[in-house]
Nanobody
Framework: QVRLVESGGGLVQAGGSLRLSCAAS????????MGWFRQAPGKERAIVAA????????YYADSVKGRFTISRDNAKNTVSLQMNSLKPEDTAVYYC????????????????????WGQGTQVTVSS
C-alpha cells in the first residue's frame, strides 16, 4: 500500500510560481510511475505531467509545456511539480498518483491506470 500526501498548494497571482510536493509512505517509489493530475470544478480529472520511475521519461500536457516541470527523488520518496508562469486557468485541485510499472521508462497518462492517489491540494491563480 502506498500513501501519498500532496503539499504546496495555495493562492498565487497570475505569472507567479508554486511548487507542489508529493510525499509517499508505505513503500519506496522506485518502480512506481508517478503523475500529477488536476481537476477544476465541473471538469474531468486531467493529466498535467507524468514521470517514469527512473525519471528518464516525462510527459506534459500541452497546456503546461514550458511552464511546469515534474521531477522525483526516489531516495526521499518524493515527486514534485514546479509550476511557473501560472495562469488563472491553472486553478484546480492537484492530485498526485502512483502506479507500479515493469519498466523504468514507462510513463502513464491515463488516470484510470493509476492505483494510488493523494487527497489533493488546491491551487488558485488570481488574475
Amino acid at each position: 500500500q502506498v500513501r501519498l500526501v500532496e503539499s504546496g498548494g495555495g493562492l498565487v497571482q497570475a505569472g507567479g510560481s508554486l511548487r507542489l510536493s508529493c510525499a509517499a509512505s508505505g513503500r519506496t517509489l522506485s518502480m512506481y510511475a508517478m503523475g500529477w493530475f488536476r481537476q477544476a470544478p465541473g471538469k474531468e480529472r486531467a493529466i498535467v505531467a507524468a514521470i517514469s520511475w527512473s525519471g528518464v521519461s516525462t510527459y506534459y500536457a500541452d497546456s503546461v509545456k514550458g511552464r511546469f516541470t515534474i521531477s522525483r527523488d526516489n531516495a526521499k520518496n518524493t515527486v514534485s511539480l514546479q509550476m511557473n508562469s501560472l495562469k488563472p486557468e491553472d486553478t484546480a485541485v492537484y492530485y498526485c498518483a502512483a502506479t507500479l510499472v515493469s519498466k523504468h521508462t514507462i510513463v502513464i497518462r491515463t488516470p484510470q491506470s493509476y492505483d494510488y492517489w493523494g487527497q489533493g491540494t488546491q491551487v488558485t491563480v488570481s488574475s
